[in-house]
């Protein structure tokens, strides 16, 4: 039997879906709304699971691996499930001359894990991130929405992480 | 809208409420820059504060970036008939303060002003330094105007420039006159705005594209980001007048999707000038449509190049393609489209309303106007910085930037970003502009400037710039795809001390046949800050690959530390070193064992006798 999303998954009962197949039909009509849909999917998923690419392919007849393609193409969309506190250290040249590297050499000694892997707790995801703008306070690291800034003196990192802990 | 009548007295009628009379008008910048810093809870506690002691005749507005980025937070105070008093540096606690004596009583706040330290004269932004040889343009409105409300956008001239162009001139008109502007896109490579629109102009399409190109992606740079968060009216306002021009009715923004702040106050924007007809059907009477849509990129920096923008937009892999054809022949969807950069766009208006003459009364001959930097990295002021065409980076770096950090000597200042170079000191008298940093070895790029100062290495910068190519090629043709991979190979092994001198013929061969066989300007241009550094400063890849030395103490795998006599024996290096690679007796100099030593620095830092060095 065919479900209200048009395909026979079990997909029903799960809101996200609902509310990603309302959006998929507010922008139907519109021209390339590929990665529109894969940006709202992201939004309410966290990432882009595989199941999650076969309901967007089903759902605007646009092939798998061309979804693949586009999630695996550009760095914003994850088909891995990221960490509760998303730690962005700016790469950004500004802060890279100011010491950046330093900042990052800390966090990823201090969580034992590399640049764009999340913890085994699922706490944290470190992220490399480009300019965030604020090279006044360089040089700056993000998690989640709180700034960081000049973190001249990379001892003072621990503590910050172990804010998030809690 | 029906027409310019009806623009005027909305006018007329929002000039009222933007200009002050009578009380206070309190802007506090909240670009990302501010907001960062902390300028969300001191804007809460303005307006806390100013209704619980039920001061009525303050205006408080939230704008856009003021420019001073080390200044942050920022308040202004503007009063009828006296000079604005500029507060920095501020905080909730700070705020409580100026409420109940300045605008409680009228008595500014002299140690938060930016006169700080200099006894008790009150100055405000205008009168320092950083500013004396700026000419804002296009940052006119940001740090002035609520970005978030079009009636101040309206109050100060804001859609009189469309009025004009849709119901006084012909296409072809606006088109001649951006020519004899002399305005050069901002986005890098200079070609003239004019021109461009003409090319769209002259082809027939039942349908044409504009589109602005908002995907900043140069690693330093945030002017575009400024423009938007301070003034996205003036974006859209210019690109309906090039709608107007080329004939296109439909606009699209392709902005980061890292702006956040950008994104809101745009679709905020968009919707306020729909429902005061400024877009939309027949707009100021005429028969011109137009209407704007904003589609967010994903983090690719390649969706710069123009080809990779459209694919983007189209919903595919952000790919760069062959031109020609040229976007202006066949751009979005196989139809006619262009492209403009924000900082571009946000000058058309001005020059709609003042005149080719008044533009080029600015900057030089050939590169008339002013430009937006970045200004970042080893210098005292950072910040945002706009500057006629003409000027000498030397007066940038030293006039406006008042030099490098804490008295270190200056190095280089790389322009362009990941596409540009290294300009040394020698080059530093040369007038900035689009031609003459080409001639230098750099180019101007978006408008990242990174002051870089004796501690910074130049053979790592290269290697962090090629670091970033590496990660955004997309992959469409082998010299950016492979060649690049393969230089980076090579400054890996440099940096790590491995490298030989042959390395460095190899890495100037391989960045010649990048640059001339790859198919769009990243990889064209990716090649640069390997080139340009091996040029200004061969001496330090000599250095790191002869004597194994870094000559700026960075390079990690070619230090050393060692101890010297002023060592006390206190063990405190013993204790912090994770490899336990330091030996001694206690209150009798240690020793570092090189083989064990990992180079992590742990114990230079741990040391209170600067006892430990590293070379």
Known sequence: MQNDCGCNCNKTEDKRYTELKAYIDSVKDSQGITMTVLQEAQRIFGYLPLEVQKFISENIGVPIAELYGIATFYSQFAITPKGKHHIGICLGTACYVRGAQKVMDKVVEELNIGVGETTQDGLFTIDATRCLGCCGLAPVMMIDDDVYGKLDNVDVIPAILEKYRG | MNGINELNQLKAKAVKDFEVTDGYRVVVGMATCGISAGAKPVLEKLREETAAKGLSNIQIVPTGCIGMCIYEPIVEVFEPGKDKVTYIHMDPDRVSKVVSEHLEKGKPVVEYTIGEGEGDKLRNLDDVQFYKKQKRVVLQNCGLIDPENIDDYIAIDGYQALAKAVTQMTPQEVIDLMKASGLRGRGGAGFSTGMKWSFAAANEADQKYIICNADEGDPGAFMDRSVLEGDPHSVLEAMAIGGYAIGATKGFIYVRAEYPVAVHRLKIAIEQAKEKGFLGKNIFGSNFDFDIEIRLGAGAFVCGEETALIASIEGKRGMSRNKPPFPANKGLWGKPTIINNVETLANVPKIVLNGPEWFRSMGTEKSPGTKVFALGGKINNTGLVEVPMGITLREVIYDIGEDCLNGKAFKAVQTGGPSGGCITRE??????????????????????????????????????????TVDESCGKCTPCREGTKRMLEILDKITAGNGTLEDLDILEELAENIKNTSLCALGQTAPNPVLSTIKHFRDEYVAHVVDKRCPASVCKALLSYFITDACTGCTRCVRVCPTKAITGTVKQRHVIDQDKCIKCGACMDACTFKAIIRK
């Open chain 2, 427 to 468: 080059n530093l008298d040369t007038p900035i502009d689009f031609d003459n940093l080409v001639a230098i070895g750099s180019m101007m790029g978006s408008g990242g400037m990174i002051v870089m100062d004796e501690d910074n290495c130049m053979v790592d910068i290269a290697r962090f710039f090629l670091d970033f």
